[in-house]
């Protein structure tokens, strides 16, 4: 019995040291609601080597306009992205290109195009089960409301807006972000889709 009361007394302890460390926190990065961030260039969370991570952002949450929700009477099957509007520097034609052929593979419910322009490494953790659920589905991909590059791990990250058409007619409005990595010969792929 005493084993099991020190057993206990221990677990608490441990339980509440973790929950000290963990309700620990840093506001000194924060900004209040009055302050706005000064460049589009701002650090980003470090890896473990301590290295300063920098993130480049095409677009920014107050430069964004409010995403207008897509209902029945506005779907329309495709992709309706303008994706010229968006492009610079690292988001460029080749970026476009494979996002731009991955979006129209879930359009034409194409799983072999799907796959064209995941990283190899990849192929076996990307969910297309996300997209491919149920075949009837219909997918509207209409505007991107993300578009980064972080340099260290070296990603681009872009989040897409889409609408979803359910047999039953019923319209989905979600959001989903492609994640780009360089593969083992040096050329952008998506990594991930999550």
């Known amino acids: 019995m005493k084993n099991l009361s020190r057993g206990i007394l221990s677990l608490c302890l441990i339980g509440a040291l973790l929950l000290s460390a963990c309700g620990k926190s840093d506001d000194t990065d924060t900004l209040s609601n009055s302050e706005e961030p000064t460049n589009i260039t701002s650090p980003a969370p470090s890896t473990n080597n301590n290295t300063p991570t ?15 929700d897509i ?24 970026i476009i290109s494979k996002l731009r052929n991955n979006l129209e593979s879930v359009v034409e419910n194409n799983k072999e195009k799907f796959k064209e322009n995941l ?16 075949e009837s589905d219909q997918f509207m991909f209409y505007d ?7 340099d260290q791990p070296e990603q681009i ?3 897409v807006r889409f609408a979803k058409k359910s047999s039953d007619g019923s319209v989905e409005n979600q959001g989903i972000t492609y994640f780009f990595t360089k593969n083992e010969a040096g050329e952008w792929g998506i990594e991930n889709i999550d």
Do not use: C, H, M, Q
């Open 71 to 94: 209902t029945a009477a506005d779907f329309k099957k495709g992709v309706s992205i303008d994706f010229d509007k968006y492009k610079g520097s690292f988001f460029d034609d080749n």
């Open 54 to 68: 920098n993130t480049e952002s095409l677009i920014e949450p107050d430069e964004k306009e409010a995403i207008k």
């Open 157 to 159: 990250r872009v989040g």
């Open 144 to 150: 991107l409301d993300l578009i980064e590059k972080v």
């Open 119 to 134: 990283n190899k490494e990849s192929l076996e953790s990307i969910r297309e089960g996300f997209y491919y659920t149920n």
